[in-house]
T-cell receptor, first 113, second 112 residues
């Protein structure tokens, strides 16, 4: 079982729709959860971080965390073509800054016109 | 804030030569920096964790004598790929940790 699992996609959604990206993790001790966006040929860009159960909203993005189910998701409202990218889920066992992240393989999102 | 730079952004070198990649945190001090490698259509692979003033911690399977890491200051870490071979051609990305990890723009290495 992979430590962090994501559906590789591609996930195709029409412009203006809600894109729902999902991630599961195996380590129950995980404390910090992150979503990164990576455009082709570029490095990852941090979109959201979430540390406690529930929802966290930032603009068009909402991260959802359920530690009991070991599940974290990212919702993108009003999807735009510029949202087309690979979205990486990452988890961290500690809340401190010095510990390494474990990444999923990413979900490729395509927003169609 | 939380800007991380890398230099060079791309480099082409001949097999057998060494290449140094710099990673700088521009507006914050980073006790810890991380080095990743990413092959086409694959996810990030952590190579090593770099701590200022101490030896880097390498992930299993990463040759520490081939990938030399120096973290001489709180804003600079360097990765040197020694005796590079074509199979070392990849996208090398560093990150610096503040509250979260922030990534540099990456360095694309091509070994001919």
């Amino acid at each position: 079982q992979k430590e962090v699992e994501q559906n590789s996609g591609p996930l195709s959604v029409p412009e203006g729709a809600i894109a729902s990206l999902n991630c599961t993790y195996s380590d129950r001790g995980s404390q910090s959860f992150f979503w990164y966006r990576q455009y082709s040929g570029k490095s990852p860009e941090l979109i959201m971080s979430i540390y406690s159960n529930g929802d966290k909203e930032d603009g068009r993005f909402t991260a959802q965390l359920n530690k009991a189910s070991q599940y974290v998701s990212l919702l993108i409202r009003d999807s735009q073509p510029s949202d087309s990218a690979t979205y990486l889920c990452a988890v961290n066992r500690l809340t401190g800054t010095a510990s390494k992240l474990t990444f999923g393989t990413g979900t490729r999102l395509q927003v169609t016109l | 804030g939380a800007v991380v730079s890398q230099h060079p952004s791309w480099v082409i070198c001949k097999s057998g030569t060494s290449v140094k990649i710099e990673c700088r945190s521009l507006d914050f001090q980073a006790t810890t920096m991380f080095w990743y490698r990413q092959f086409p259509k694959q996810s990030l692979m952590l190579m090593a964790t770099s701590n200022e003033g101490s030896k880097a911690t390498y992930e299993q399977g990463v040759e520490k004598d081939k990938f030399l890491i120096n973290h001489a200051s709180l804003t600079l870490s360097t990765l040197t790929v020694t005796s590079a071979h074509p199979e070392d051609s990849s996208f090398y990305i560093c990150s610096a940790a503040l509250n979260e990890q922030y990534f540099g723009p990456g360095t694309r290495l091509t070994v001919t």
